[in-house]
T-cell receptor, first 111, second 117 residues
Framework: KQEVTQIPAALSVPEGENLVLNCSFTDSAIYNLQWFRQDPGKGLTSLLLIQSSQREQTSGRLNASLDKSSGRSTLYIAASQPGDSATYLCAVYDTGNQFYFGTGTSLTVIP | NAGVMQNPRHLVRRRGQEARLRCSPMKGHSHVYWYRQLPEEGLKFMVYLQKENIIDESGMPKERFSAEFPKEGPSILRIQQVVRGDSAAYFC???????????????FGPGTRLTVL
């Protein structure tokens, strides 16, 4: 069974810093990996989707990488802003047609 | 193109009552997924439906929970005789297709937060 782990569980950084969030998964038989953002009281917002054949995806200040063989993905956020404060979730969609979510990293960007 | 709609956003029920959660997928999306987020836990898959069909309900509790996605209207997640442990956020997502050859990004609704008193 797929297990998805996110480290750290919580992160607090001053505004302007670059930061990296980590996601690891136990079974490399995946179709894709997706990073989401969850704001309090709101639903999930999809940030980046990486197909299993891809190494990275970029959107604005966000860059996500995928190393399927080692079961790792990172979400890089450049020049962090207070508006980036949220919980970040990664999810893998595996070849068993199931989605598995990590427990998230709670990010606080201090002005 | 409106996003995935869920209602109500907040639902309060007493133990033993029924809870009905609604999800309207994005226009053009015929695949709906329900997830539950329990306090202190990550999102857990519950059920995947296409129009008039349940495709995968492996994440659904065996009793009291049911889901449908009729030909017309929203998808409904129904919880009968709710208990306090059912208190959670329930998220719906939709996509255009589902299968081995299509790797579809899912679009999520804002969630329904169920509180059982």
């Amino acid at each position: 069974k797929q297990e998805v782990t996110q480290i750290p569980a919580a992160l607090s950084v001053p505004e302007g810093e670059n930061l990296v969030l980590n996601c690891s998964f136990t079974d490399s038989a995946i179709y894709n990996l997706q990073w989401f953002r969850q704001d309090p009281g709101k639903g999930l917002t999809s940030l980046l989707l990486i197909q299993s054949s891809q190494r990275e995806q970029t959107s604005g200040r966000l860059n996500a990488s995928l190393d399927k063989s080692s079961g790792r993905s990172t979400l890089y956020i450049a020049a962090s802003q207070p508006g980036d404060s949220a919980t970040y979730l990664c999810a893998v969609y595996d070849t068993g047609n199931q989605f598995y979510f990590g427990t998230g990293t709670s990010l606080t960007v201090i002005p | 193109n409106a996003g995935v709609m869920q209602n109500p956003r907040h639902l309060v029920r007493r133990r033993g009552q029924e809870a009905r959660l609604r999800c309207s997928p994005m226009k053009g999306h015929s695949h709906v997924y329900w997830y539950r987020q329990l306090p202190e836990e990550g999102l857990k898959f519950m059920v995947y439906l296409q129009k008039e069909n349940i495709i995968d309900e492996s994440g659904m509790p065996k009793e009291r929970f049911s889901a449908e996605f009729p030909k017309e209207g929203p998808s409904i997640l129904r919880i009968q005789q709710v208990v306090r442990g059912d208190s959670a956020a329930y998220f719906c997502a939709s996509s255009t297709a589902y299968g081995f050859t299509l790797h579809n990004e899912q679009f999520f609704g804002p969630g329904t937060r169920l509180t059982v008193l």
